[in-house]
T-cell receptor
């Protein structure tokens, strides 16, 4: 099976712009979770989608949003970018998002905000 | 609420020496625990997971971890370090119910000296 794919791998944006990141889960997986990784804060949970519904959300401002399509692919959007949004954004997929499911991670999208 | 603490942000061992990476958790419910490894410019790869079937869990690449409820620990070990083990290691606990959320420790960078 193909793994989790994320596009693009690298992005450079300027403050105030918006950005959309894409994630394609492993075939058959219906849960997609997003994480932000920074040197200072580590890995932080953004949100999780299952069957096109956001089931859980982390402690991030409303500028961070996402959606999931009927084929389980997911996108996340960050509006009005700030310098502090520079990070590695990781998505992970699992069968159902249950506590015992293994989450499989993609390679990430490295976002740099100038 | 769940939390994870990894003792030691940086661990250095010689090639062939024992690897011990420490993880302590806090959870109000029986925990499900994971160890992931991250190589530079890559996503996270699952090493092993504990879901209450057995307290000693064997993973990939010769790693194993032992769940000790009395010590609230889930330390990762490998008898003999290889140069290829140099990477960052993350311990995580999954949030209860179907939330698709992992709570990560701050990570431990493993350096392997020749």
């Amino acid at each position: 099976k193909a793994g989790v794919t994320q596009t693009p791998r690298y992005l450079i944006k300027t403050r105030g712009q918006q950005v959309t990141l894409s994630c394609s889960p492993i075939s058959g997986h219906r849960s997609v979770s997003w994480y932000q990784q920074t040197p200072g804060q580590g890995l932080q949970f953004l949100f999780e989608y299952f069957s096109e519904t956001q089931r859980n959300k982390g402690n991030f401002p409303g500028r961070f949003s996402g959606r999931q399509f009927s084929n389980s692919r997911s996108e996340m959007n960050v509006s009005t970018l700030e310098l502090g949004d520079s990070a590695l954004y990781l998505c992970a997929s699992s069968l159902t998002g249950s506590s015992t499911d293994t989450q499989y991670f993609g390679p990430g999208t490295r976002l740099t905000v100038l | 609420a769940q939390s994870v603490t990894q003792l030691g942000s940086h661990v250095s061992v010689s090639e062939g020496a024992l690897v011990l990476l420490r993880c302590n958790y806090s959870s109000s419910v029986p925990p499900y625990l994971f160890w992931y490894v991250q190589y530079p410019n890559q996503g996270l790869q699952l090493l092993l997971k504990y879901t209450s079937a057995a307290t000693l869990v064997k993973g990939i690449n010769g790693f194993e971890a032992e769940f000790k409820k009395s010590e609230t620990s889930f330390h990762l070990t490998k008898p003999s370090a290889h140069m290829s083990d140099a990477a960052e290691y993350f311990c995580a606990v999954s949030a209860p119910r179907n939330t698709g959320k992992l709570i990560f420790g701050q990570g431990t960078t493993l350096q392997v000296k020749p």
